[in-house]
T-cell receptor, first 113, second 111 residues
Framework: QKEVEQDPGPLSVPEGAIVSLNCTYS??????FMWYRQYSRKGPELLMYTYSSGNKEDGRFTAQVDKSSKYISLFIRDSQPSDSATYLCAMSSGGNAGNMLTFGGGTRLMVKP | DTAVSQTPKYLVTQMGNDKSIKCEQNLGHDTMYWYKQDSKKFLKIMFS???????INETVPNRFSPKSPDKAHLNLHINSLELGDSAVYFCASSRSRHGYTFGSGTRLTVV
């Protein structure tokens, strides 16, 4: 079993829909949680960064962390075709292990016009 | 004005060869990394390095070695390339516990 599990999709939604992306994890030491967006043949780019439990909002994006359930989510409101990409969750314990991130396998999202 | 740049973008080489991938960051970050992304998009840490400490993922074969001439550069050298080394390799950098900035990747194909 992987440390971080993420449904690979693909997830196909119509333009304007609310998208919910999720990850579960097993390592209770994780404290820092991130979402990255990766377009085809490009490097991942950081979308959201949260520490510990709670919600964080940035424009159309909302990240939620529930450490008690070891579950994190990314919501995208009013989804656009330009949101079509692979979304990767990532997390770290932030300790002395060089801040190495553990990634989920990514969910491929397709937003249709 | 690229933040994390890697070269080359594409690399095709034969089994048994030795190759290097270069990475440079101009963000002033203190830590650099190498990740491998397989065909299923799974990103796996290979190395984490700052000017004090190299941390190696124990699953990485010792044919892979990072070389850092200075804080802004972390190159990846691979000896005796194998077919299973074919993947996309990403360099990244970060400052303390903040999120990473990734390069655009090097697509390595071993034939």
């Amino acid at each position: 079993q992987k440390e971080v599990e993420q449904d690979p999709g693909p997830l196909s939604v119509p333009e304007g829909a609310i998208v919910s992306l999720n990850c579960t994890y097993s390592n209770s030491a994780f404290q820092y949680f991130m979402w990255y967006r990766q377009y085809s043949r490009k490097g991942p780019e950081l979308l959201m960064y949260t520490y510990s439990s709670g919600n964080k909002e940035d424009g159309r994006f909302t990240a939620q962390v529930d450490k008690s359930s070891k579950y994190i989510s990314l919501f995208i409101r009013d989804s656009q075709p330009s949101d079509s990409a692979t979304y990767l969750c990532a997390m770290s314990s932030g300790g002395n292990a060089g801040n190495m991130l553990t990634f989920g396998g990514g969910t491929r999202l397709m937003v249709k016009p | 004005d690229t933040a994390v740049s890697q070269t080359p973008k594409y690399l095709v080489t034969q089994m048994g060869n030795d190759k290097s991938i270069k990475c440079e960051q101009n963000l002033g970050h203190d830590t650099m990394y190498w990740y491998k992304q397989d065909s299923k998009k799974f990103l796996k840490i290979m190395f984490s390095y700052n000017n004090k400490e190299l941390i190696i993922n124990e699953t990485v074969p010792n044919r892979f070695s990072p070389k850092s001439p200075d804080k802004a550069h972390l190159n990846l050298h691979i000896n005796s390339l194998e077919l299973g080394d074919s993947a996309v390799y990403f360099c990244a950098s970060s400052r303390s516990r903040h999120g990473y900035t990734f390069g655009s990747g090097t697509r390595l194909t071993v034939v």
